[in-house]
């Protein structure tokens, strides 16, 4: 069997790498930038959590973990720092908010603890964070990071180059083949490939889609990060830090630096967004910048004379109901593996969910939850 992975962030190198390991499968991966994991993987706070609302979520994040595990356990050279992950809350409404994303924990996530903004100094150490802004706030403690999101990439890439696959950097896909409704291969560099295809590029998968046929139920939402050097050492790596009013996030780097980002914080983060063409050249607004430097200084106001070092855009996916669209669609041949973000914690079961579609006509146990054909409108090819 061939399969056409597109897609070489870290949810085509999963989904190359599980291929890779089944015997009878030749999987070609194609990367249309230089290196991997050049998009929104490279972009990426690469977090893990072990909290969510349902449990196909939170399987779906044990697998990744274990497989991480794995790796790290083998010679690798990826590194993990542990760090808590704080949302804060500055107003009633957003101790409203904070108690409601409480209620909505799933008991196999692990526990968390809501602490009252007066008494922040008394349970963590976070001198960095303005204690009497504070109204309230949720404390994650299972929660970390890796240092490289090369490193991830590349964990899967490379083992999945050992067990044969081709791994084609530099390589756009500019056409899908489809004939009588069934989708038969791929173009690239005017050359046709035939094979299954998975789609896993990322915020292009809409376009992709649309090349088979395919209108996915997935929509992009901009993300503004900013990369700030404090003025002064910090007494400590920064904890993942969520102001649930703004939406404004921010981690120390173990390099001493700040990553901020920010999403507009919305009731329905699908309806909020919109299929958008990420090759459109696009920069953080001025005003933007200033807005984030506030809120970021109101809560830890260290930070204040910190300059920023770097600016840019990237997409984060959106699905209607927050879980990713993952495996057959109603095109035969065309399989998509497409997230409502955390990529990075769901790439290693999206990757394994596929393959066992592909080569065991395995629905998994995740299928009523993540299959596109939950959605009113959409079947799948479901043998
Ligand atoms: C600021 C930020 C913080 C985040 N924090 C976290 C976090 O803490 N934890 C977490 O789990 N997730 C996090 N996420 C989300 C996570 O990073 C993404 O869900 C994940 O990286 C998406 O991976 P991907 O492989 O689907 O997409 P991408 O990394 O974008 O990969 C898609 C690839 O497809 C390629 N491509 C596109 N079109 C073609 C074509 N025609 N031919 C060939 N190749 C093509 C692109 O070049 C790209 O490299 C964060 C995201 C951002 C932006």
């Not at 249309?32 to 490279?42: A, F, I, V």
Request: proline share 7%; glycine share 8%; aromatic share 6%.
């Amino acid at each position: 069997m061939n399969v056409l992975v597109i897609g070489g962030g870290i949810v085509g190198t999963s989904v190359a790498y599980h291929l890779s390991r089944r015997d009878g499968v030749d999987v070609t991966l194609f990367e249309r930038g230089e290196t991997l994991g050049c998009e929104t993987t490279g972009k990426s706070s690469v977090g893990l959590r072990q909290y969510g609302t349902d449990e196909t979520q939170l399987r779906m994040k044990r697998y990744g973990k274990r497989l991480y595990n794995e790796f790290m356990a083998e010679a690798s050279d990826m590194r993990y720092e542990p760090t808590e992950v704080i949302h804060v809350a500055t107003s009633e409404a957003g101790r409203e908010t904070i108690e409601r994303t409480r209620a909505s924990e799933h008991p196999m996530g692990s526990p968390s603890e809501l602490v009252e903004g007066s008494e922040l100094h008394d349970v963590l150490v976070v001198p960095e964070i303005r204690e009497g802004s504070i109204e309230s706030a949720l404390y994650r403690p299972n929660g970390g990071y890796f240092r490289s999101p090369e490193s991830l990439v590349h964990a899967f890439a490379d083992r999945a180059a050992s067990a044969g696959a081709t791994v084609a950097t530099g390589t756009e896909i500019t056409d899908i083949t489809v004939r009588e409704g069934r989708v038969e291969g791929a173009v690239a560099d005017g050359e046709r490939h035939a094979g299954a295809v998975v789609c896993a590029a990322g915020p292009w998968n809409n376009a992709i889609a649309d090349m088979a046929g395919v209108d996915l139920p997935v929509r992009q939402e901009r993300l503004h990060l900013l990369e700030l050097e404090p003025s002064e050492p910090l007494t400590r790596t920064l904890p993942k830090i969520r102001h649930v009013e703004t939406g404004i996030t921010f981690r120390g780097r173990p390099n001493g630096r700040v990553l901020v980002y920010h999403a507009e914080p919305a009731e329905d983060p699908y309806a909020a967004a919109d299929v958008v063409d990420p090759d459109e050249p696009a920069e953080v607004p001025e005003s933007v910048t200033y807005s984030i430097l506030e809120s970021v200084e109101s809560i830890a106001p260290t930070l204040s004379d910190a300059e920023v070092v770097h600016e840019d855009v990237a997409y984060t996916s959106r699905t209607p109901d927050g879980n990713p669209v993952v495996g057959w669609t109603d095109t035969p041949g065309f399989s998509i593996a497409a997230l409502h973000s955390r990529g990075v914690q769901y790439a290693p079961a999206i990757g394994d969910v596929i393959t066992r579609q592909l080569v065991n006509d395995d629905p998994t146990t995740h299928y009523p939850d993540i299959s596109i054909s939950r959605f009113d409108g959409y079947a799948d090819d479901r043998p």
